[in-house]
């Protein structure tokens, strides 16, 4: 009997062995780092859904996008202050800004070598249109034609000033129109019903970008490879892996140096990053904010003016801005800080706990109300938790209860587009760099409609509201958000709260790697 | 035997339609809409668009009708279409499937070979100060939290050591191998790339021990009492007396009978790790059936929720098919009975 018991023992021992001696024969990664730099690494946790431009509008989709598929204009370099030119090498506007006149760049061609012409450019915008995609609404309002091969004209229903900016989005990325017609492509007004071109998208690219598409997956990796016709300055990494990875994973994968970068890491993560990795921290134009639902349908105590005003004097901004770590900055309007009219710290609402507390008590009774959150869902490192848990608290030495209602976002997002949360803890990003965007948080607006905020409401702010989305002037324009912003705080019915930081990493062979404010990550400029 | 095999398959096929029954009828009772959930916050608002989103999903149809558009579909292989994949959902599990299934049979093989052996070792020096440990360890195994102990041999082994990726399947970039099977490391075999072979396997051994560690604490003591079990019998006793080795009496005789309870553990707690990799799948971006199905679950994919549960409820029942023809090869007994 002893004579078995070694014998099972050194089988178990020589099983473990061998499966260590293959383990440390192969090749260790960090061995293979420096020629793997040549394939450059990307970690970022997936929101991928499709390749196809018309359909595609998350944020993953928008960095792999970004980089195959021209649009007519473009940022650079981080700024998000004045659209560049791209496929258009110059554009003009008439002066009541509803009609844009964009002038077809010479010599852009496909990577198939097809020029690129203003058909192309009808095509790509119709087809967003008709197609009825999440990104379709960049199209609302906007018709275009070609007059010729070289000019596009975009009109405009009613004035405008956000065209060239919404021009810039990936969504509207132009696809080589021969070539997606002939794979089922159509920019028809059945588009919705009729295009059956995703599928060839998803497997090959059809722009005019600095990268191609060599291999596609929304749950695993997508890679890219240098567009060998590419009109522009080649991209200095010739292949780029852009791979789906947790945050938890992104780290792990940049301290081993199996990624060259990593896109999700929040301040806690990076402060225990070491030396051999370089940081770029900059400021995300999300917006996190809390809202009070207006409608005495939803609650009668959410809606009234009082507690508004309890709550806006009941919260510790600086408090809440502590968790959201290093670099994130306080929203003093709903209009992100590098955005035209933004409000800055003068006038700011600061915590008055006396006057919080005398406003809850002119209501009187049982101040109970329920705050909804995603628990499952995260931004730029952070999720909302934390901060729920600190509103509750905070509004708590105030004489306000609040019960904290976290669930999955799939559940949480059907009851705040339902505008039947009492509270809401939710953000923003913009859908294109201008703050007309941020006109949708006035009442009877998008986001406005959430927190039960119908039309009318707010007479005086609605005005202001409708003057600017008609002005064309800059400083005009300036102006009037500047105070589209103080009249929206003095409602206290949505309060900005904050904005995070955007962090990348990278590591020190590849430089620092700059979080792009409309892209998230402009591929082709990194190593530039 | 064969009429043991058809009555098992029989009750099989009623499995598996009321699982397709009570899965759809589940989503459809679920919390959310899984139109506007695909929806971005402008689209969501647009009417037109949310018809257009409801009626690519099916969902403008009664629900009778989605159930037999949909038992339709399977009868003849097509799940639907996942919204997040953009791709046929049984296409998805024939991708995803594979994956867990290298992952839960390398866990399995290093559950049985170390639980098992150490099973072995532990009740043939039952109550020995080695039991001792070994039943310390066992429980240590089953108890531990495999989220932690996931990022704990991945901070070790992965980033400190760096022995180990992790995460993927290969590294970064890499293609894989021509798709024979769906695991990598046989399809890397027959393609007689040994290099991809060797990629493949260090890849999957750190999730797959992380993953063994509740079965194999599960299975030495399985094993353990199964052994002692066999160990107490008269006939071992007889066969030792008659002058039979140690070797011939454990390797002959104790093991035979003690293997059924233990094919009946290692059978049901395979199907658990291919249905429960979830948290091992997501700590080392393992592309497979747990990650899928959480990606499903969070955006009301609901082609893919019923499909997953489909598929995981045939690995049950195929497993325990598995299990029961098993036990009638080990011990004629049973399929006598």
Redesign the interface.
Known sequence: MKRSVKLVGAAALIAASALIVSACSAPAQNESESAAVESLVIDKSFDLVTADPARMYETTGGIVLHAVYDSLLTFADGNADKPLPSVASEWSVNDDATEYTFTIRDGITFSDGTPLTSADVVFSLNRVKNIQGNGSFLMAGLTVEAPDESTVVVTSEEPNTAVPAIMTSPTLGIVNSAVVKKNGGTDAADAADADTAEEFLNQTSAGSGPYTIESFDTTTETVLVANPEYWGDAPVYDRVVLRNATAEAQLMDVQSGTAHVALDLGSDQIAGLGSDVVVSTSQSPTIFFVFLNANPAVSEITSSPDFREAVKYGLDFDGILELAGEGAERAYGIVPSSYLGALGPDGAVERDVDRATEAASRIGGDLTVDLEYASDFSSNGLSMGPFAERIAAQLAEVGITVNLKPGPIATTLESYRAGSEQMGLWLWNPDYPDSADYLAFGPGEVVGLRAGWEAGAAPELEAVMAEVSTETDAAAREALYKQFQKLHNEEGVIIPLFQPAASVVAASAVGEVKYDPVFSLDIAAIGR | MALFIAKRLGAAVLLVIGTILVAFLLTAVL???AA???????????P??VA?MREQLGLDKPLYEQFFIYVSGVTRGDLGDS????RPVMTDLQL?GPASAELALAATL?AV??GG??G??AA??ANGHLDNVLRALSLGGVSIPIFWFA?IA??IF??RL???????RL???VVPPPRVTGFYTIDSLIAGNF?LF??A??HL?LPAIVLSAAMVGLLMRFTRASVLDVLGQEYIRAAEAKGL???R???GHVLRGALVPVITVVGTAFASLLAGTVLVE????W?GIG??AY?A????DLSAIVGVTIFVALIYIFVNLVTDILYGVIDPRIRRA
């Open positions: 919390p959310g809409d506007t959930a695909r929806l971005g916050e402008r689209a969501a608002a647009d037109e668009i257009a919204v997040q994949t953009a995803f290093i070979i170390i052996g150490l072995i070792v043939l020096r990022l991945t901070a992965s980033t760096g022995w180990f990726p992790s995460s993927g590294n970064a970039g290099p060797l990629q396997v260090q051994i080795s140690g070797r009496v454990v390797f997501q700590i080392f971006a592309p990650s899928y990606r679950a969070s955006t009301l």
